[in-house]
């Protein structure tokens, strides 16, 4: 079992910056892909950014390349998620996902943990 606390969310202006944070605890595995997803009022969940767990690799959805930034930190056993340029549209709840395998995917059906998520809105 592999537990995920999410932190950082919050209220911010258009424009503004929050950064998101993944504390992940219980077993460990080598190798590992993590994730964050958001979901807005009324609309499915979908992809924002993964990490391979190498930290080399990542991935973007295209509504957030060049505004967010994930990273990793292996000592800590803790994924960041800096988000900049932040716009209305990025409000919802973000949450934090983890795949056993390292396998790099956009799919939240493919992800085996999940946190509880953190509320982040941004006023426009």
């Known amino acids: 079992q592999v537990q995920l606390v999410e932190s950082g969310g919050g209220l911010v202006q258009a424009g503004g910056s929050l950064r998101l944070s993944c504390a992940a605890s219980?077993?460990?595995?080598?190798?590992?892909?993590m994730g964050w997803f958001r979901q807005a009022p009324g609309k499915e969940r979908e992809f924002v950014s993964s990490?391979?767990?190498?930290?080399?690799?990542?991935y973007y959805a295209d509504s957030v390349k060049g505004r967010f930034t994930i990273s990793k930190d292996s000592a800590k056993n803790t994924v960041y998620l800096q988000m900049n340029s932040l716009k209305a549209e990025d409000t919802g709840i973000y949450y934090c996902?983890?795949?056993?395998?390292?396998?790099?995917?956009?799919?939240?059906?493919?992800?085996?943990?999940w946190g509880q998520g953190t509320q982040v809105t941004v006023s426009s």
């Open positions: 219980g077993r460990t595995w080598n190798t590992y892909n």
């Open positions: 996902a983890f795949k056993v395998m390292a396998v790099a995917t956009m799919r939240g059906s493919d992800y085996d943990y």
């Open positions: 990490i391979m767990w190498t930290g080399r690799n990542t």
